[in-house]
C-alpha cells in the first residue's frame, strides 16, 4: 500500500447498518492484511451522542459478528481501535462542517503531513447534495488529488432523480473525486471475468455471435426482504439488483479487449457497451421484460411470509420481487446474441452467476447422442455461493458403448489458491484509498443504464402488474420468466444444476 500521506476516513453515518456491516469489517481486514495506509484514522460522524470508546466497542462487536474472519483477536483489535474516533455531526447543520474542517486541520499538524481525506456518505441518498454542498462551503472538496466523496446504491430512483443527485456531486467535486460503489465489482470472480477472457487466449476466440448461442446472467438470493421493506416498497429489483450489479456483469462479459488496464480504458470499454444496448421499445415489453412477486409458503422446511405480508410492505403492493430482461449489444461481435438477466429474492438458491452458453454442435454423429444438444457447453462463472469457474462440456461414458454424458471441469478460488478471498468492500476500500477507481461506476454509465431501463420503469410503474403474487418461494420465479427465454427456443438453468 502507498499510503502517501496517510488517509483520514471520514465515515458519515458511521452509527447505521452498512458501517457495521461492511465498512469496518473491511477495514479492519485490510489492517489485519497490511493493507491499511499508514497513518490511518477513521472519524465516525452521526447524530446521536457517542464517544470514542463506545463506538469502538460498537464496531468490535459488529467486527465479530459480520468480519470473514470472526472474532478478532484483542491484541489486533487494539491496535485497530487506537484509530477510530467519533464525532457527534448533523449533516444538515452547516457549523458541525467548520468543526469537521478544524479536526481535518488539527490531524494533518500533527502528522506533519496532508493526508487523503475520504468523505464516505453511508447516509441515506436524500442527504447526499446538502453534505457534499457543505463539504464545499468549507473549501473541504479542494485538492482533487488527495479528496474523495463515496456514494452508495441506489444512485437515483429513476434517470430524472440520478440526474439531481449527479449534478450536485458535480457542481462540488470533479468527477475523479467521485467514487460510486457497486460492490459486485469487488468480488473476486467479477474482476476474474477480465482475466479468464483476456489473460487465456483460448477464451476470446470463441467469445463472440459465431460462437456463443447466449448469455444468462443470474443474481438469487434466498432471502426475503427481511427488515427492508420501506426501503424495496420504493426499490424493486430492477431498480435495487439489474440497473446496477447485472449490468455490470454484462458490460464485464460483453465488453471489448481494453488497450491497458487505465481505469479510463476500461471504464470506456465497459461504456461502448452501454451505447450497444439495444433500445428497449415500451411495446415490446412483454417480450423483453418479466416481473414476479413471491407468494407466502415453505422454504426448506420453514414458513415464510408472501411479500405483500412483510413489515412496512403494502398489503396490495406493486412492487417486483423478480426482475428478468432480455438484453440485446448491437455491435460486430454480439449481434443477434440474447443476454438473459435475472435477479430476485426468495428463489432456489443463493446464486450468482454468468452462464456462457456455447452453440450446439452442427451435426451429431455419435450413436445414442440424444441429449447432447439439450445439455450444450456453457462456461460458468460463478460469484456466489463458491467462487471460481467451471466448464461444462460432452464426455463419453465409461462402459463399452459409445454414450455421451454432460460433465464439468471445476476451478475453484479456495481451493486453487488455498486462501481465503478479500470481501468486495475490502478490495474497494483499498482501491479507494489508494485513489484507483477502476472498479467504480462512472457516472456516464450510471446514466447509460437508467436511460436503458426507464422505458421499463415507466411501462411497470404505470401498468400494475395483474397477477402479483406470482412466484412460490423456494422456485426460480414466476412463470412469464420461463416464458421469456422459451419464446427464443431456450431455457433457464434449472434448479437440478445448481451444486
Ligand atoms: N445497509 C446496507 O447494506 C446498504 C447496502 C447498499 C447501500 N446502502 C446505502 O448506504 C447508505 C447508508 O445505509 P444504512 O443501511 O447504513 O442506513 P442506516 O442504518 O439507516 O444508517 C443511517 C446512518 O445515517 C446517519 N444519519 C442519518 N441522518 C443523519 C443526519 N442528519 N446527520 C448525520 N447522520 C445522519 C445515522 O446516524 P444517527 O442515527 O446517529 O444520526 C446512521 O449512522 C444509504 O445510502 C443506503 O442506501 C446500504
Redesign the pocket.
Given at each position: 500500500m502507498t499510503g502517501r500521506g496517510g488517509v483520514v476516513f471520514v465515515l458519515?453515518?458511521?452509527?447505521?447498518?452498512?458501517?457495521a456491516?461492511?465498512i469496518l469489517p473491511a477495514l479492519f481486514n485490510l489492517k489485519l492484511d497490511g493493507q491499511l495506509p499508514e497513518p490511518f484514522v477513521l472519524l465516525g460522524?452521526?447524530?446521536?451522542p457517542l464517544d470514542d470508546g463506545v463506538l469502538a466497542a460498537h464496531y468490535r462487536e459488529a467486527v465479530g459478528r459480520h468480519s470473514r474472519r470472526g472474532e478478532p483477536a484483542q491484541a489486533d483489535w487494539d491496535a485497530f481501535a487506537v484509530a477510530l474516533r467519533y464525532l457527534s455531526?448533523?449533516?444538515?447543520e452547516p457549523q458541525d462542517y467548520a468543526r469537521l474542517a478544524e479536526l481535518l486541520e488539527s490531524q494533518a499538524r500533527a502528522w506533519n503531513t496532508l493526508p487523503d481525506v475520504v468523505f464516505y456518505l453511508?447516509?441515506?441518498?436524500s442527504?447526499f447534495a446538502t453534505a457534499v454542498q457543505y463539504l464545499a462551503a468549507q473549501g473541504l472538496h479542494r485538492e482533487r488529488a488527495r479528496v474523495r466523496v463515496v456514494v452508495?446504491?441506489?444512485l437515483g430512483y429513476d434517470l430524472e432523480s440520478f440526474l439531481a443527485i449527479n449534478a450536485e456531486l458535480c457542481r462540488h467535486f470533479h468527477e475523479g473525486q467521485i467514487f460510486r460503489i457497486d460492490h459486485f465489482l469487488g468480488k473476486e470472480t467479477v474482476q476474474n471475468v477480465l482475466a479468464l477472457r483476456f489473460a487465456n487466449p483460448i477464451f476470446e476466440p470463441i467469445w463472440n455471435r459465431n460462437y456463443v448461442d447466449h448469455v444468462a446472467i443470474t443474481v438469487a438470493e434466498r432471502e426475503g426482504i427481511g427488515e427492508r421493506g420501506g426501503y424495496y416498497e420504493r426499490t424493486g429489483a430492477l431498480r435495487d439488483m439489474v440497473q446496477n450489479h447485472l449490468i455490470q456483469l454484462l458490460c464485464l462479459t460483453a465488453m471489448e479487449p481494453p488497450v491497458s488496464y487505465a481505469p479510463e480504458e476500461i471504464r470506456s470499454r465497459k461504456m461502448d457497451v452501454m451505447n450497444a444496448l439495444r433500445r428497449i421499445e415500451p411495446h415490446t415489453i412483454h417480450q423483453v421484460a418479466a416481473r414476479g412477486q413471491y407468494r407466502g409458503g415453505w422454504l426448506g422446511g420453514d414458513r415464510v411470509q408472501a411479500y405483500r405480508e412483510e413489515q412496512d410492505v403494502a398489503p396490495g403492493s406493486h412492487t417486483e420481487t423478480f426482475a428478468a430482461v432480455r438484453a440485446f449489444v448491437d455491435n460486430w461481435r454480439w449481434q443477434g446474441v440474447p443476454f438473459y438477466l435475472r435477479s430476485g429474492k426468495r428463489l432456489a438458491a443463493d446464486l450468482s452467476e454468468i452462464a456462457i452458453r456455447f452453440r450446439s454442435v452442427p451435426h451429431c454423429f455419435f450413436p445414442g447422442c440424444v441429449g447432447l444438444n439439450a445439455a450444450p457447453a456453457q462456461l460458468v462463472v460463478r460469484i456466489k455461493p463458491d467462487q471460481g469457474v467451471r466448464l461444462h462440456f460432452a464426455a463419453k461414458e465409461p462402459g463399452y458403448c459409445m454414450c455421451l454424458k454432460p460433465v464439468q471441469m471445476r476451478f475453484n478460488y479456495r481451493e486453487a489458491f488455498g486462501t481465503d478471498v478479500p470481501a468486495a468492500y475490502e478490495t474497494l476500500l483499498r482501491d479507494l484509498m489508494e485513489g484507483d477507481p477502476t472498479l467504480f461506476m462512472r457516472a456516464d454509465q450510471v446514466e447509460a443504464a437508467w436511460r436503458w431501463l426507464m422505458p421499463l420503469v415507466d411501462f411497470w410503474t404505470h401498468n400494475p402488474p395483474p397477477d402479483f403474487p406470482n412466484y412460490n418461494p423456494g422456485s426460480w420465479g414466476p412463470e412469464a420468466a420461463d416464458l421469456l427465454v422459451a419464446a427464443d427456443g431456450r431455457a433457464w438453468l434449472s434448479p437440478g444444476e445448481v451444486g
Open positions: 458519515f453515518g458511521a452509527t447505521g447498518s452498512l458501517a456491516r461492511k460522524l452521526g447524530r446521536r455531526f448533523d449533516v444538515q453511508a447516509v441515506p441518498p442527504l452508495e446504491k441506489p
